[in-house]
């Protein structure tokens, strides 16, 4: 018995942490992220950098997202996604929960996929940025999927 109760503590611990939320209705949650494809020491000079790509599928009022290769700390703690959208402006930012004050480490990096669904999202056209990052323009009106190189 108490190994379900920790279990669903843990279970309801990660979605309320993979979610987040803007003032203007718009969410985002089911964040899920693979274990490091590729691990290196960020002093390598001679590493071998991913080159990462987002992909983008409407799918009514809500962008099914994938982002391959993001480069993250081997010892990262728990992601999450912060959204914002501001008119055709979409703002989105992978964030790390910090655990004890101590921030990502840049002695290790590795690259991870990660995968979220942004919910009612307003317009067809958006000016994306990603982790402050302009990425341009991309408008959904004839076709459902954008993928974009990083």
């Not at 089911?30 to 990462?52: F, G, H, Q, W």
């Not at 994938?66 to 914002?84: A, P």
């Not at 307003?122 to 993928?147: A, Y």
């Amino acid at each position: 018995m108490k190994k379900f109760i920790a279990i669903s503590l843990f279970m309801a611990t990660m979605v309320v942490a993979s979610c987040s939320s803007s003032d203007n209705g718009m969410s985002v949650s089911k964040l899920t992220n693979s274990e490091c494809l590729d691990m290196t020491r960020a002093a390598d000079e001679d590493i071998y950098v991913p080159k990462p790509t987002f992909v983008l599928t409407r799918s009514g009022a809500s962008i099914s997202c994938e982002l391959t290769d993001y480069q993250v700390s081997c010892h990262h703690g728990e992601l999450y996604v912060d959204c914002q959208q501001n008119g055709n402006k979409l703002d989105i930012r992978v964030r790390e929960q910090q655990q004890d004050g101590e921030g990502m480490s840049t002695t290790c990096l590795c690259w991870e996929n990660l995968y979220f669904t942004m919910y009612d999202v307003d317009g067809d056209t958006f000016q994306v940025t990603l982790d402050g990052k302009d990425l341009g323009q991309v408008s959904f009106k004839e076709r459902p999927s954008i993928v974009m190189a990083l």
